[in-house]
């Protein structure tokens, strides 16, 4: 069974830092891209950041200059370091990773998402 394990999120003042980790657990070959997502209350799910398995990135502009993702390929982990957090990055963030296992080639998970508040 595949799991991804996100972990730390909480509770910051605006202008604070963060660092969220996801951990991908179980048969897994190899994993391919790797990201984070986000959803706000009675908003829609939306793409934060991405990190191919070459490390190249991607990030939406709302976080640009501000978030920075990176992954350890030995630890099959994904990181989300955010800094000058603001009221609007309140959600939840969700690990997505795209991954080889003994079931499948190519397919996507997701983890059940921590949450970051930041207050005003």
């Known amino acids: 069974q595949v799991q991804l394990v996100e972990s730390g999120g909480g509770l910051v003042q605006a202008g604070g830092s963060l660092r969220l980790s996801c951990v991908a657990h179980g048969s897994i070959f190899s994993v391919n891209a790797m990201g984070w997502y986000r959803q706000a209350p009675r908003k829609q799910r939306e793409l934060v950041a991405t990190?191919?398995?070459?490390?190249?990135?991607n990030y939406a502009d709302s976080v640009k200059g501000r978030f920075t993702i990176s992954r350890d390929n030995a630890r099959n982990t994904v990181y989300l370091q955010m800094n000058s957090l603001k009221p609007e990055d309140t959600a939840v963030y969700y690990c997505?990773?795209?991954?080889?296992?003994?079931?499948?080639?190519?397919?996507?998970?997701w983890g059940k998402g921590t949450l970051v508040t930041v207050s005003s």
């Open positions: 997505n990773a795209n991954l080889d296992t003994v079931i499948q080639n190519g397919k996507d998970y």
């Open positions: 990190i191919s398995s070459g490390s190249n990135t």
